[in-house]
C-alpha cells in the first residue's frame, strides 16, 4: 500500500518534472527574428528595409535553468522544492531594420515599435498550435546608430533593432509562437 506522503512526493516531483520537460522543449520553440539578418541597403530616402520574416534562434538550457550547483537538502521540503529557473529570457536584435535619411536628420529619429500576436492580442507572441495561448513579450527599443554616409547625396544609413524579453512563465504550451512586430521610423521636432 502506498501511502498518501508517498503518493503526494510522486506526484510533486511528477509535476516538477513536467514543467522541466515543458521548459526545455519550449526552447525549441521559434518565434520570428532572428540576430544575423542581412538587410538590402535602402537607396531611396526614408525607405526603411527590413526582413519580412525573422527566426528566433532556440533558446538555451543555460538561459532558463541557472548553472548547475551542488546543493544540500536539509529537510524534505527542501528536497521537493521546485529547481530555480529564469523565467525571463532576453534576446537582442541590433541592425533589425535599416533607412536612408538626410545626414541633417540622423540625430532627430526614434522608432516606436509595436508587437501583436498572431491571435491579435498586443504585447506578445501566440502559439501557432493553440492560438488562443500567449507569451508576454516585452518590447524595448535598442538605440538608432549610423551604419554608413554617402556625402555625394548627403544622406546617411542608419539602422535599429529591438530588445526582447520573452516572459516563460506566462507560456502555458510549448511549440512554436509568432506575432508581427511593426516598426514606425519617426523625426522629433527641431
Known amino acids: 500500500m502506498v501511502s498518501t506522503h508517498e503518493f503526494s512526493h ?6 516538477c518534472l513536467g514543467i522541466l520537460v515543458t521548459l526545455l522543449t519550449l526552447p525549441q520553440s521559434q518565434v520570428w527574428a532572428e540576430s544575423s539578418v542581412v538587410l538590402p541597403e535602402p537607396t531611396q530616402i526614408y525607405e526603411l528595409a527590413t526582413p519580412q520574416q525573422l527566426t528566433i534562434p532556440p533558446q538555451q538550457l543555460g538561459e532558463v535553468l541557472p548553472p548547475s550547483e551542488s546543493e ?20 537582442e536584435f541590433p541592425g533589425m531594420w535599416q533607412m536612408r535619411v538626410p545626414i541633417d536628420e540622423v540625430d532627430s529619429l526614434y522608432a516606436t515599435y509595436e508587437l501583436k500576436a498572431v491571435n491579435g492580442q498586443s504585447d506578445g507572441f501566440s502559439s501557432s498550435d493553440r492560438t488562443n495561448q500567449n507569451m508576454r513579450t516585452h518590447v524595448e527599443p ?28 506566462t ?10 512586430l511593426t516598426v514606425t521610423v519617426n523625426r522629433r521636432d527641431k
Open 171 to 180: 507560456a502555458t504550451v510549448a511549440g512554436e509562437y509568432g506575432g508581427v
Open 72 to 91: 544540500t537538502v536539509k529537510n524534505e521540503q527542501d528536497l521537493l522544492a521546485p529547481p530555480p529557473i529564469n523565467t525571463v529570457v532576453t534576446r
Open 10 to 15: 510522486n506526484l510533486h516531483l511528477q509535476r
Open 142 to 169: 535598442l538605440p538608432i546608430v549610423e551604419v554608413s554616409r554617402d556625402e555625394a547625396t548627403n544622406t546617411a544609413v542608419v539602422e535599429g533593432g529591438v530588445r526582447l524579453q520573452f516572459d516563460l512563465s
